[in-house]
C-alpha cells in the first residue's frame, strides 16, 4: 500500500496516510533524503517486552500469515527482505516457522502467544550510527481514505482514478544487486531508454491521450488528491457497494508537499495546519486550489482489488492495528515486530503491541522509524492523524538464524 504516513498528509500536507487535526500522511514518493543508518541488533528475551504478556497474539498471526503466504513462494536462498544489509537471514530459514503458522488456530491467542515464544529470538533494532541514548524512533500512523463514486463520468462525478498506463514501467533495483534492495525506477521506455513519465499537471491536462483509462470516478478532486497521498482507499457507489482501490503504479516524480507550499506563502500557519484546513482552502478556491495541486509533480495510479483489506507493499493483505511500513533499507518486509509506543489518543496509555512489517512508503525513512496501519473508518482516521510519538521496536527472528 504506496502511502504517505499521516504525518506527511499533513505535510500532503506538510509533508508516507481526515477530518480533525491531521498530521499527514507521508507520501509515497520521496520526501528529503534522511541521514544514512546502520541496523544493529541486541539480543533481550519476551519477559523484557513492555506489555508482551496483555497483547492478542492471535491477531498478529493473522497478520504472520498473511506474509507467510509470500514468504513460501520466494526461492530458499534469497535473502530475506531482498536486501542483503537488513537483518533475517534468508528465506530458506523461515519456511518451518511459516508452515507451522499457517496450521495455527488465530482465534487461540495463548497458542499464538506460545508459538512467537517458542519459535523466535528478540532483538532490540537500533541505529549504530546515531548518537541518541538511550535511543527511540519516530512512529506515525495511515488509515484507508473513503471517498464518493460512481463507474461513469457524470454530474458531480468528474475526477477520474486512473489505471496504470500500458507503458509505464517500474525497474526494481534489489533485482539486480541485493544491496539495492527496496529502491524502485518508474518511467516509460522511448527509444530504447528509460526516462522519466509526464507529471501531474500533464497527465491532469490530458498528456497521457487514449493511455488514461479511468477505473472509477469520484466528486472530489480534492479526495482524490489525498487517496493518491494514501495510496489506497475505498470508494462508495450509489448502490452502496464499496470497492477498494489500490496502488498499481507512480509516476516515479519527487513528491511535493502542498502543506509546506501553504505555510511558506503565509496562507496558513503552521501550528494551524491539518487536513481540514487545506481543504477548506482549495475549496474556497477551486482555480487556485486545482493549480497548488499541480504542484506536487508526483501521481498515483490504482486497480481494483478483491477480498481482505488493502495491500501493502509485501503483496498481501493489511491487518489493521497489526501491520507496519518501515524502511526497507534497514528491515526485512514479512517480520514480526514488537512496538512500543504511545497511544495516539491518550498520550498516558501505552501502545504496545506485535506488529507484521508488510509496507513501507517514501517518507517512512530510518532504522527505527515505522507508519501505523490504523484501518478505515472515523475513529482509524483520527488515530492516523494525530500518530507522531517517540518509540522503539524488536524485531522477532526465528531461532538459529543469527543477525
Keep these: 500500500m504506496r502511502h504517505v504516513p499521516m504525518l506527511l498528509v499533513m505535510l500532503a500536507l506538510l509533508s508516507a496516510c481526515a477530518p480533525g ?23 533481550t528475551h519476551f519477559a523484557a517486552l513492555a506489555g508482551w504478556a496483555n497483547d ?8 504472520f500469515q498473511n506474509s507467510c503466504a509470500s514468504i513460501l ?35 487461540d491467542h495463548a497458542g499464538a502467544r506460545q508459538f512467537f515464544e ?38 458531480n462525478y468528474q475526477t477520474p482514478l486512473l489505471a496504470r498506463p500500458d507503458d509505464l514501467v517500474s525497474v526494481s533495483l534489489g533485482a539486480f544487486d541485493d544491496k539495492l534492495g527496496g529502491n524502485t525506477l518508474w518511467g ?18 490530458g498528456a497521457l491521450g487514449a493511455k488514461a483509462k479511468p477505473l472509477l470516478w469520484v466528486d472530489s478532486p480534492v479526495d482524490a488528491f489525498f487517496l493518491h497521498v494514501q495510496g489506497s482507499g475505498q470508494v462508495r457507489l450509489a448502490d452502496g457497494t464499496v470497492r477498494h482501490v489500490g496502488f498499481a503504479g507512480k509516476n516515479g516524480l519527487t513528491y511535493k508537499s502542498i502543506g509546506r507550499i501553504l505555510i511558506d506563502r503565509g496562507e496558513i500557519a503552521a501550528e494551524k495546519l491539518s487536513m481540514d484546513a487545506i481543504r477548506a482552502w482549495i475549496d474556497a478556491r477551486p482555480a487556485e486550489g486545482q ?12 486497480r481494483l482489488l478483491d477480498g481482505e483489506g488493502p495491500l501493502g507493499a509485501q503483496g498481501v493483505a493489511l491487518t489493521a492495528e497489526r501491520s507496519l511500513a518501515v524502511d526497507l533499507r534497514y528491515m526485512p518486509m514479512g517480520a514480526p515486530v514488537w512496538l512500543e509506543t504511545i497511544e495516539p489518543l491518550s498520550a498516558n496509555q501505552p501502545l504496545h503491541r506485535l506488529m507484521v512489517a508488510q509496507d513501507t ?5 530510518g532504522v527505527v522509524r515505522g507508519d501505523v496501519f490504523f484501518g478505515a473508518g472515523e475513529r482509524a482516521t483520527r488515530r492516523a492523524g494525530n500518530m507522531k510519538h ?14
Design 118 to 155: 517458542t519459535r523466535f529470538t528478540p532483538y532490540e533494532v537500533y541505529d549504530a550510527l546515531a548518537t541518541d541514548a538511550p535511543q527511540t524512533g519516530l512512529f506515525t500512523g495511515y488509515y484507508v481514505p473513503q471517498l464518493n463514486g460512481t463507474w461513469v463520468k457524470g454530474g
Design 56 to 63: 492478542h497474539h492471535g491477531e498478529a498471526l493473522h497478520a
Design 188 to 205: 516509460r521506455v522511448v527509444d530504447g531508454k528509460l526516462v522519466p513519465y509526464p507529471d501531474r499537471k500533464a497527465i491532469e491536462g
Design 21 to 43: 487535526i491531521l498530521k499527514p500522511a507521508a507520501p509515497p514518493e520521496k520526501p528529503a533524503a534522511a541521514k544514512p543508518g546502520q541496523t544493529q541488533l541486541r539480543v
Design 73 to 107: 513462494k520466494r526461492p530458499a536462498d534469497r535473502q530475506f527482505g531482498g536486501n542483503a544489509a537488513v537483518p533475517g537471514g534468508r528465506y530458506g530459514d523461515w519456511r518451518a516457522v511459516c508452515g507451522q503458522a499457517m496450521a495455527l488456530d488465530v482465534a
Design 361 to 365: 512508503g517514501g517518507a517512512i525513512q
Design 291 to 302: 493549480a497548488l495541486i499541480e504542484q506536487n509533480p508526483s501521481y498515483v495510479f490504482f
Design 390 to 403: 517517540p518509540g522503539r521496536y524488536f524485531i522477532l527472528l526465528p531461532n538459529g538464524v543469527k543477525p
